[in-house]
Structure formats: structure tokens, C-alpha cells
């Protein structure tokens, strides 16, 4: 069984992205790894329709198999069987922006350096909006899951309440971006933190995000078994 004590796994350390707690995680990060070069693959390619049925037939059969194991839907779900990690290693796992385990998530590795908040992402192909360019509503993603973590730096944790993102030019991508953020002000259970996404060191995007840790009727709700 994973150790679940918070205070041996803290993701957010430093830049090195943290090892899966088990082989299990491992192997799921290998196969989320390559349904996202599938992904890119499909994308960017143009086979036969032969080819393409095929492969939908094969990749349907994997499914089956898969789907056939034992079923946890969301993180919580996962968490309750007490075998497959904490929350905290589950949302490194799961997360829709951050999971190493989860497909659709390009990846994003973010740390903490005393009180600034660092980050680093790459976004393929199936992540297009203009040509050429990363979708908006993925830019937007990207930052609110960025200044989510960024706001440890202040000692806080919330949800976020407004999220405002300044599109200063098209976010490349193939390209690795960086971003650097840093918590603002904090207000009771209000906390306010900037962040800047760059693409080959110049800013492509400025955000500021409201987090509002929740009442304490919320914070039952969630955390409900
Ligand atoms: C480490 C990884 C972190 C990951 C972070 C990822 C970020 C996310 O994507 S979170 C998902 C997106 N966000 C959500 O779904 C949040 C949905 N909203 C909610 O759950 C609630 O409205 C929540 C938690 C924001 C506030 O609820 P609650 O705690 O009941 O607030 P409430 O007591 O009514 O208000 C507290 C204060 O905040 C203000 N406030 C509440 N909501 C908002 C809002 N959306 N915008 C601005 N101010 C707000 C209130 O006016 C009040 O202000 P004041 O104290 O000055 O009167």
C-alpha cells in the first residue's frame, strides 16, 4: 500500500517530476504516454479509411480489456480504496492539466521555489486552436491549474473564483513554455496570484486568478466519502 503521509510526497519540491508510487502508476503513465503520441499521430496523419477502421477496431478491443478491470470513477473513488495512493498522489496522477496518468492532460509540471511558483509544459498538435498556436481555453487551463498550485507559496489552498487571462500573442506549439507566477495578496480565505506563460522567454499570456478557500458547508461536500 502507497504511504499516504502528505509529508513524504510533496510534488512541488523541485523541478524533477516525482517518481509514481507504485509500478502500477508506472505503467499507467507508459500507456497515457502513448495514447498521447496517438493522439498526435491521429492529428497529424491522414491513413487509409482501411487503416483507420482498423485501428479503431483494435483499439476498441483494448478497451474492453481494459474496461474490464476493476472501475474507480474520479479520484475520490480511487482515494476511498485506500490501495492506489493519497489524494495528493492521485491528483498528480489524475489531474486534467497536471496527470501523468491522464491523457488528455498535457503534462504540467509545476514547483515552488520559496515564494515563487514555477512551471514548465509542452503542447502537441491536438492541442490546436489557430494554426499552428495553442487554444485559448487550453491557455486559460493551463494557467488556472498553474496559479491553483501557485498559491502554496502563500500557505493557501482554494478554488478559483474569477480567473482573468491577458492574451498577449498566439502560444506555439512543439514549444516548451515556462511559467512563473507568485501570490499577490491574501484576504482571509481570498487569495490573489499572478502568473505569466512564455514561449521562448517572451510573454504570450499575463493571468491573475481569485482563490476562495471554501465555507466550511462546501469543504464537507467535497470531502464527503
Ligand atoms: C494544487 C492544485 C490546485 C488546483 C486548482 C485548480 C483550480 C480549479 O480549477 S477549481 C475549479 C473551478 N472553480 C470552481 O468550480 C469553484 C466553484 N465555486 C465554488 O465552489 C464556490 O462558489 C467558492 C468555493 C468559490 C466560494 O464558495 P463559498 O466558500 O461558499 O464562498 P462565500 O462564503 O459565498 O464567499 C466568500 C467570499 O468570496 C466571495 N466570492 C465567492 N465566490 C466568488 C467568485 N466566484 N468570485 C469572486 N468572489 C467570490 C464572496 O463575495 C465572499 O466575499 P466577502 O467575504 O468579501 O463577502
Known sequence: MPDDSPSTFNPFASAEITPPVSSHWAAKRELAQALRELSNTLVTSAP??????????????????L???????????FANTQEHGSR???????NAIGGLS????PGLNMWLEGKLAFGKVKCGYAYE????????GYVAAILDQFLGMAQIAGGQSGMTGTLHVRYLRPTPLNTDLDLRGSVDR????????????LANGEVTARSEGLFIRPSNTLKEMFEKD
Open 67 to 77: 474496461a474490464n478491470s476493476p472501475r474507480y470513477y474520479g479520484s475520490q473513488e
Open 102 to 105: 491522464n491523457p488528455l492532460s
Open 48 to 65: 487509409s479509411e482501411e487503416l483507420l477502421k482498423q485501428a479503431s477496431a483494435t483499439i476498441s478491443e483494448l478497451n474492453k480489456a
Open 186 to 197: 491574501v484576504d482571509g480565505r481570498k487569495t490573489v496570484v499572478t502568473a505569466e506563460l
Open 88 to 94: 495528493g498522489e492521485l491528483n498528480y496522477e489524475l
Open 129 to 136: 486552436g489557430p494554426p499552428g498556436f495553442v487554444h485559448g
